[in-house]
């Protein structure tokens, strides 16, 4: 299994709801990873869970809140979104934080696509 | 201040031409630096990497060559496809430990046409 698997693929929302994002991967890999990403833009950093510990946290709202129940799932919880929020949301993971060497990069999850009405 | 610099917006090439996709970057302490493609509603997916002490990684038809001192890297790609025809961002690994991470630039749009 070289994938990385995320749920929902699309996701509609009201400002007041409360959802999750869930990405599985079973590489192995002990990185993992939350980007948003917008229309013609490069992906954006939110988060980074190195061995299951929250490493990075890129100033991220707190209505975002992200959960590393075990070093295969990545959640991302979801809450008093805005409409700006509205984004393509990328999970990665990669062999640990350390995941450009050699020719290993980040595997990529194909996105939930997210829009708060 | 972007570090990492796609200055070609887009690219439309050929089939069976090169293709050659630039990248400019500013910050010396960069140590990898990664080719991603991406097509329209999915995840980037990865290409080819180089290390920061290599000036040249190949695989099949994609080849990355880093000038270190020009701080400039280059993706090849000969012969070029229509299933290349994407989006490709180039980025750079930066932080030490537990806090490294990508910076990426803004993407180049690839066009092969048969």
């Known amino acids: 299994d070289t994938e990385v698997t995320q749920t929902p693929k699309h996701l509609v929302m009201g400002m007041t709801n409360k959802k999750s994002l869930k990405c599985e991967q079973h ?10 990403q917008k229309a013609k833009k490069p992906p954006e950093l939110m988060f980074v869970y190195s061995y299951e510990k929250l490493s990075i946290n890129e100033s991220v ?12 799932l990545l959640n991302l919880h979801l809450h008093a979104l805005q409409p700006e929020d509205s984004a393509l949301y990328l999970c990665a993971s990669s062999q640990d934080s350390l995941g450009g060497r050699g ?8 996105g939930t696509r997210l829009t708060v009405v | 201040d972007q570090q990492v610099k796609q200055n070609s917006p887009s690219l439309s090439v050929q ?13 010396s302490m ?7 493609k991406k097509y329209p509603a ?20 994609f080849t990355v060559f880093l000038n270190k001192s020009a701080k400039h890297l280059s993706l090849h790609i000969v012969p070029s496809q229509p299933g290349d025809s994407a989006v490709y961002f180039c980025a750079a690994q930066q932080g030490a430990g537990n806090n490294r991470k990508l910076i990426w630039g ?7 046409n048969p």
């Open chain 1, 27 to 36: 590489m192995g890999h002990r990185a993992m990873y939350w980007y948003k």
């Open chain 1, 103 to 110: 020719n290993y990069g980040y595997t990529f999850g194909s």
């Open chain 2, 42 to 61: 999915e995840g980037p997916t990865f290409l080819i990497s180089i290390s920061s002490i290599k000036d040249k990684n190949e695989d099949g038809r």
């Open chain 1, 61 to 72: 709202p707190s209505r975002f809140s992200p959960e590393c129940p075990n070093s295969s």
């Open chain 2, 15 to 27: 089939e069976g031409r090169i293709s050659i996709l630039n990248c400019d970057y500013t910050n």
């Open chain 2, 106 to 112: 803004l993407g180049t749009s690839l066009a092969v």
């Open chain 2, 30 to 36: 960069f140590d990898y630096f990664l080719w991603y």
